[in-house]
């Protein structure tokens, strides 16, 4: 079998078989999937989102209490800010025409909620969230996104936002962890 040399922390020469380079590989790998403790990570549960928007993408801080007040809400998640009227400071015009609108997500609690365009305003709206560079067309952006809220904080918030055909409102629909389906309107006339 071939032998691989390396120069030691010492300037001493190892000789590696090539069987024990992929022997320590394969623990490595199999080290890397299993969880901090040495359990076994859990399953992810299955989504029909087309991304999802883990703790690890959320905005650090904490939210204002009254979060609700400046924002359009479905239950325990909104979207919050400026850009949800689609006027303004929160909202640019991308070098390809779209219009790019930054608004934050936010979720009370502690259950997935999923953000849905419905299929009559695909092509014209598209969601950026969750770790989601971002789109450079309404048809390169998501049409879907799962929020998995942090198990550490009351309410999490994520950036991100959509991009816009034109600045018309639109109707969103958000998924509710009770599974019901609840209209979120946002925009401006």
Known sequence: M???????????????????????????LTLMGCGVDGQDTPEPEPTTADVVARCTKAMGGSNP???????TVAGPFGLFGVGRD???????RTSRGFFLA????????????????????????GLGYGG?????SVEGAASSVQFKPCTDKPTTSWPGGLIL????????????????????RIGRL
């Open 2 to 28: 071939a032998r691989i040399q390396r120069i030691g922390e010492h300037g001493a020469v190892k000789s590696l078989r090539r069987g024990e380079l992929l022997l320590g590989l394969v623990v490595v």
């Open 86 to 92: 689609f006027q303004g400071l929160g909202v640019r």
């Open 102 to 125: 930054k608004i934050p997500a936010v979720l009370d609690g502690h259950k997935s909620v999923i953000l849905r365009v419905p299929s009559e305003s695909i092509g014209e709206v």
């Open 65 to 71: 209490p009254a979060w609700r007040e400046e924002a």
């Open 165 to 184: 055909v034109n600045r018309r409102p639109v109707t969103l629909v958000v998924e509710l962890p009770d599974g019901q389906q609840q209209p979120i």
């Open 132 to 136: 989601f560079n971002e789109p450079r």
